[in-house]
């Protein structure tokens, strides 16, 4: 394999959580004394530096949400003085208060080291042409690729986002390699190149595509790779932890989160216990060496899953899966979890089915209800009713079985869901009164 | 002439509206309804109608995203006497040739039976062989 930084990436499993120990004991320690929203925190929580005694420790240190950054706006979890700061990024808020987010000249380091550490367990190096088309600006994601990978020494063209004709002349007359993007830019580049007359396949080098900020799926890894040759890769991370950081390598096998950068623990979102490998819930992040912006136990409200069995890239570090949904989406219904990614990826195993639905819950009595709406494939449709009602009845089966709740299927005509641009809205919940 | 027939059919949620829907479409296509039936189930049903000229009905609703087939039928003129549906059963049953559903409607003042049949070309055959009258596409348009 081709590691940017050998010594950090060729470490054992072991000497990972080693220096793990180490770094937690120490940000812990620096916390307890020098930030004052920690220190409250941890008091409250009835623990001190000195119980973490292992890496398991960090189990008894408090979560830390989303809403305390809003909560301490715009700067009150800065630890350090102003003279250390050297940036801040500013992400807005869905709802109400943006939140602030600062940096020391390590912590960007850190990004940067953690950013280049992934391009290059893609196969990216000096000898690349990187355009980056995520936006500049208060958004993480344009710095964050950008000085990533002008750090391995590739040719960066920052190109951030519109002017899409200007993007597809200057993949092609540059000699661009690889682009890094949200994957609906990536496919309106695609299709605004199609318009053009230029093949990105035989007209241009572009082969690789970092793709992130936004949620997609294998399906459409699968098609750019199809129509335009180009391999597309996952790239997790947030302004809470620096932007975005880690990616898959080669392998497209989960992405690998740098343990000497971050800690990740999944749980479940419920009773906030752990979980293992391979089992989905919540990811909470602990960032071992962030200084500016401190986060330890951070619930991402990010649903995935970790692999820790060593990659076949020869990496150790571990791996997680493609993000499977948020946590705010989650619905529990007659006392299980269920997520609507699952939903979707259930159906997406019935070849008749289209890939819109609609999950409708209620409660009838004191027994919740759970209906599934999906549309029916228009190239699926027999003239038989007993082979509607038998796709249904299989619906209802394999939902039952992937879900452990029961749902009922109603088949729809083909577009009458309402289409949405970006996130769409999979959920009803009419139990709320 | 041929004496199959091509019917259409189209899925349908079973909500108020779908169905109105689908005949303003039709009637934006200035198609003829000859024939239909309206199938029910669980939640969802079929329309299946005989038209006047279901390749453009096919096309238009295929553009609007509807899920829409065709498939060959046969139009049996049924004896004006009691027992007519019984003796066309027998025949089919004879035959071996299984009956999907049927639906009924009336042309000048005679009972027009449609036929979905797992061997149509077969149908035509034995029927006709019993003496019944089997239409023919240019004559379900007149
Ligand atoms: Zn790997």
Redesign the interface.
Known sequence: MSCWNPRAEEMSLEEIQRLQFKLLKTQVYRLYSFSEFYHKRMKEANVHPDDINSLEDIRKLPFMYKKDLRDNYPNRLFVGGQDELVRYHVSSGTTGKPTVVGYTQRDLDNWAESVARAMTSIGLGRHDTIQVSYGYGLFTGGLGAHYGAERIGATVIPASTGNTERQVELIKDLNVTAICCTPSYFLHIAETAEKMGISIEKDTKLRTAVLGAEPWTEKMRKRIKDSTGVNAYDIYGTSELSGPMFTECTEMNGMHIWGDIAYVEIIDPETGEPLGPGERGEMVITMLQKEALPIVRYKTGDITAYEDSPCPCGRNHLRIERLSGRVDDMLIIRGINVFPSQVEYTLMTIPELGEHFQIVVDRKGVLDTMMVRVELKPSAFSDKLSDLIKLKKNAEYVLKNSLNVAAEVELLEPGSLARFEGKAKRVVDNRRD | MSCLIDQI?V???NRPG?LAAIAEVMEAQMVDFLAFSI?E????G?L?AVVSDPQSVVAVM?D??????T?KVIAVKMKDQPGGLKEIANVLGTAQINV?YGYAYTKNDSAVLIL?VDDAEKSVEVLKKAGFNLLEEENLKA
């Open positions: 059919s899925f349908v949620e779908k199938a189930a669980d939640g969802f079929l299946r295929k609007l995203g509807y899920a829409v087939i498939n999907e979905r």
